[in-house]
């Protein structure tokens, strides 16, 4: 069998990314009366600022079925990234490549945004100013509602010609397997971030300037291991900020926090909004 049938069957036997460290009850109760102080402590400090910036990852969109890419059924424990994720492999076999991405398109197309997306839409409202950075490629944030989002890793929805460079968005779940822009005929590349590839600098710019800026950066459902992203979180302490993490497990990061919730963001998150005087 080639190694192409083999690449589609996992593709579509795939299922929604599971909890890669499931809370057991035991587990939770011993944690509970400290995630109870810790998020009353970021609640009220939340009520207090002017500036917030959140980061988030893929982990927020895991309670919405999407896989995240390192958890125990990560995309990159299953797929190299290397052969799907890089310039070089874009390069090397372009209809690979899409084929993967049309994957993805049709599985996040059936995908809807979750209690974690919404309560990040409502804390927009309540925050004068608020700048939601995300590493996440689906789109969710924006389709919940959100609107000062920088998608630093791109979106999934968009493609970009390599010919002539420019962009559009296409929400066809399968894009076909060597799609081409309809202004010269040049291939079309997904307009996301591969490893090795700069970040768009205006973008990220941007999202500097806010971790810069703000009093409270939230990090949530990021492994903070991917950079230039997981070094916003130690611009905005540099700046003076309070940091803030959600996750199931422990990061990289986590010593580096004023405060740690282990726990769903789909959970936590709706309860630091809810209630506000
Ligand atoms: C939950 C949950 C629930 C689950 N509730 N939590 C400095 C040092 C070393 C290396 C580098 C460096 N600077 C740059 C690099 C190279 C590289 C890099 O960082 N490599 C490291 C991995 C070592 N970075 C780059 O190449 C970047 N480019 C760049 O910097 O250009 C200049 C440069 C290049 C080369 C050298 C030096 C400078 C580009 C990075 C692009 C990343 N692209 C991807 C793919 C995007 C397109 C696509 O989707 O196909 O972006 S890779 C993938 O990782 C994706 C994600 O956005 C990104 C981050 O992943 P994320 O979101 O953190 O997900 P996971 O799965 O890792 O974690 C999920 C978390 O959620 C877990 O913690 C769970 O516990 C948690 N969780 N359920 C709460 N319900
Ligand atoms: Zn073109």
Known sequence: MSFLPAFMFH?????AAPISEPLTSNRLLATL???????????EALKNAERVAVLTGAGVSAESGVPTFRGADGLWKNYQ????????????????????????????AQKACNPAHTALTALERLIPDFTLITQ??????????????????GNIWRARCTRCGKETMDRAPDM??????AACGGLLRPAVVWFGE???????RQAIEAAQQCRIMLVVGTSSVVQPAASLAFTAKSGG??????????????????IVILGKAGEILPRLVEGWA
Do not use: Q
Request: charged letters at 25%; one cysteine or more; hydrophobic letters at 40%.
């Open 241 to 258: 900020a309070m940091l803030a993490e959600i996750n199931l497990e422990k990061t990289p990061n986590s010593d580096f926090m004023d």
């Open 198 to 204: 700069s970040l768009d600098p205006r973008i990220l």
């Open 81 to 108: 990234a290397t052969e799907l994720a890089t310039p070089e492999a874009f390069a090397k076999d372009p209809e690979l490549v899409w084929e993967f991405y049309n994957w993805r398109r049709g599985l996040i």
């Open 136 to 153: 996440n490629v689906d789109g969710l944030h924006l389709l919940a509602g959100s609107r000062h989002v920088l998608e630093i890793h």
């Open 176 to 181: 076909g397997r060597r799609p081409t822009c």
């Open 11 to 15: 593709f579509r036997g795939w299922k």
């Open 33 to 43: 009366p400290c995630m109870e102080t810790s998020i009353n402590s970021l609640k």
